[in-house]
């Protein structure tokens, strides 16, 4: 048992989960989050959804090392990383990233994650104090004790060289969250064209999916939103179908989907090495085949 | 305003080889400059007024050494070349750490550029460190930069939202690989990067970090034995393909 965790968590579901393993492993836990819940947290250091957490990283790292915490748990996403720098920095340590899996023994933590694009996972060792920025829905949730109240609470004000000046919603980030889906469509470059992407969406609708895409359909070819590629940042995706258009099978992308259920695919070149890593194939060129799989599904 | 880019070489991904035993071997895998800092690169020289000037600084092993990959960063625009060369490199803290006294060592400058994560290991992490270590104010996720006079405007996506901000430099921001499109350089810009400065200096020649992490293993993940039943673009194969969907979903 840890003496005191620290958890960095703004949002709900990241809490929830991260609090539920910092209970079970320490003592004394403290929350870091600029939301309202404590999920059981001994004590809360809580800044304004109003400010930015660049404004005020610096001065809750302080307060993070002041408390000499045995690990410091931090959502993934932007603002996890930048509060993981900025702890990992003021307790001199280096964090384990993106995660996977982590074991929390008593001279140290031993974690999983996917380093070369998925091409590999690694196990690395970090001693205490580590910093973690773990993936969503790797730790079990548990219900939060009974007493509330208890907690004592501390909020930090931002100040200094950054400023926040406005926030708006961001109409290029989607909201697709490809973890939880049970059924996804996976769209390549081999879906050739932007005009079969409308064709995609159809197909996945007919068959309640959700729709991923891998990396250059989202950062070269830009036809889907990034929140939807696949195969990068620890994300392994375990739906209980998952259909392949126009994806070749690099193993980088593999990895990302090799815990699905059954494995559907769709490609023009019978050598793709998708083929051998699918449970169904289908050999042909998308353009004639996607029409007929949409007529056939409705 | 001195703007300095930190980039990463990294091997490249598609030619990275699974041995038996599920090690890697990177043996045949060419150097390449990390992809996102690429466009980190160009975001720089976009950002760069007249009076401004861009460099480069790495930490790296033998890629730093190969003059393909000198010209290869030199040739997107930089005016010079910095590296730390380490024959064993260190975790992120010691790289960090490393990082902040070779800029201290170049002279500072007034924004320092890192892209969005290493194509390697996308830890995405390397630049808030560097900035929190110097004591510097610092941002991540910075898709959009640009210059007031007296300062930077920088939007910052995190998740649905976009934040607007005022940063004073100098000041170390982490940019996003859709922040600008990187350039593929001309054989003109290419040949004229071999005349371009490089400073190189030991990792002996700065105090390190002993490494706080330790890396147990790495290892290509188990593949999933799975059934490969094929079917043609017929009438019968595409019902027999929408049937098995149908009978999964």
């Known amino acids: 048992m840890y003496n005191k965790v620290l958890v960095f968590a703004n949002e709900a579901s990241a809490a929830a989960e991260l609090m539920s393993c910092a209970r079970g492993i320490a003592s004394e836990t403290v929350l870091i989050t600029c939301g309202e819940e404590l999920y059981g947290a001994g004590s809360v250091y809580r800044y304004s959804r109003e400010e930015t957490l660049a404004a005020v990283a610096a001065k809750l790292a302080g307060l993070t090392a002041a408390l000499k915490p045995d690990a410091v748990l931090c959502e993934a996403g932007v603002n996890g990383k930048l509060f993981a720098g900025f702890a990992a920095a003021a307790l001199h340590t280096s964090p384990l990233c993106d995660i996977s899996e982590a074991s929390f023994l008593p001279e140290y933590v031993v974690a999983k994650r996917m380093v070369y694009g998925g091409t590999a996972i690694k196990t690395e060792k970090s001693g205490l104090p580590a910093v973690i920025v773990a993936s969503p829905g790797i730790f079990e949730l548990a219900a939060p004790p009974e007493e509330k109240g208890a907690a004592a609470e501390i909020s930090v004000e931002g100040s200094g060289p950054v400023r926040l000046l406005e926030t708006s919603e961001d109409a290029a980030a989607g909201t697709v969250n490809l973890s939880s889906a049970k059924c996804i469509v996976g769209v390549g470059r081999g879906l050739s064209s932007p005009d079969n992407v409308p064709k995609a969406e159809a197909l996945a609708g007919l068959i309640g999916a959700e729709i991923g895409c891998t990396r250059p359909v989202a950062e070269e070819e830009h036809w889907f939103t990034k929140d939807r590629y696949i195969g990068v940042s620890g994300c392994m995706l375990k739906p209980n179908v998952y259909l392949a258009l126009g994806i070749s099978g690099q193993v980088q992308h593999m990895v990302g989907i090799n815990q699905a259920g059954t494995i559907f695919a769709v490609d023009r070149n019978e050598h793709a090495p998708i083929f051998e890593q699918a449970d169904y194939c289908l050999h042909g060129d998308i353009n004639t085949v996607l029409p007929k799989l949409i007529q056939l599904l409705k | ?249």
């Not at chain 2, 990390?34 to 000037?53: R, T, V, W």
């Not at chain 2, 996308?122 to 808030?128: A, D, M, P, T």
């Not at chain 2, 901000?165 to 600008?180: E, F, G, N, R």
């Open chain 2, 1 to 249: 305003m001195k703007i300095l880019v930190c980039y990463k070489y990294v091997p490249e991904e598609s030619e990275i080889k699974i041995n038996a035993d599920q090690s890697l071997d990177l043996s045949g895998a060419q150097w390449t400059i990390s992809q996102y800092d690429n466009n980190a690169i160009e975001a720089a020289m976009k950002l760069a007024d007249d009076g401004s000037s861009v460099e480069v600084l790495t930490v790296g092993g033998e890629a730093l050494d190969n003059s393909k990959m000198r010209k290869s960063v030199l040739s997107r625009g930089p005016s010079k070349m910095y590296g730390v060369r380490c024959e064993r490199c260190g975790d992120l803290y010691a790289t960090a750490v490393l990082l902040k006294q070779a800029i201290e060592r170049i002279g500072g400058c007034d924004l320092v550029i890192f892209g969005e994560g290493s194509g390697d290991m996308y830890s995405q992490i390397l630049g808030n460190m560097t900035g929190a270590l110097m004591g510097l104010p610092t941002l991540n996720g910075v898709c959009e930069i640009r210059n007031t006079g007296d300062g930077l405007i920088a939007k910052r996506r995190v998740g649905h939202r976009l934040e607007t901000l005022q940063l004073a430099t100098p000041a170390v921001i982490s940019v996003t690989s859709d922040i600008c499109r990187a350039r593929i350089p001309s054989m003109k810009e290419i040949l004229g990067a071999g005349k371009k400065p490089v400073e190189i200096w030991n990792d002996s020649e700065f105090a390190q970090a002993d490494g706080r992490s330790e890396e147990l293993s790495l290892l290509a993940p188990p593949k999933a034995k799975r059934l490969s039943i094929c079917y043609k673009d017929s009438d019968e194969g595409l019902e027999s393909f929408v049937q098995a969907l149908r009978k999964h979903l």
